[in-house]
């Protein structure tokens, strides 16, 4: 009996805060992933595209302003 309140005394108190400034959501950590293995040839925009789940000519604009402006660029832009 006195085990229960214990553990859950101790979930309270390890439950993490969010973290307010998160500059990458999952989704963008496998899609810069995905693009870097096009860019080193290892992908086409194709395969690409298809792994995205997106058309294939969003996929190249994808690719060009990851080109153009880097890896930091490619967070969602409809974000705030």
Known sequence: HGHLSLA???DSEVSV?????QFFTLDEVNRLKI??????R???TQMAA????????QC??????YN???????PNRRRG
Do not use: H, W
């Open 50 to 57: 298809q792994r995205l789940g997106i058309p294939d000519r």
């Open 35 to 40: 693009i870097q293995d096009v860019v080193d």
């Open 68 to 74: 153009q402006s880097g890896p930091l660029s490619m």
């Open 42 to 44: 290892r992908l086409t």
């Open 17 to 21: 805060k969010p973290v307010a400034i």
């Open 60 to 65: 190249r604009r994808l690719l060009s302003r």
């Open 8 to 10: 859950i005394l101790n």
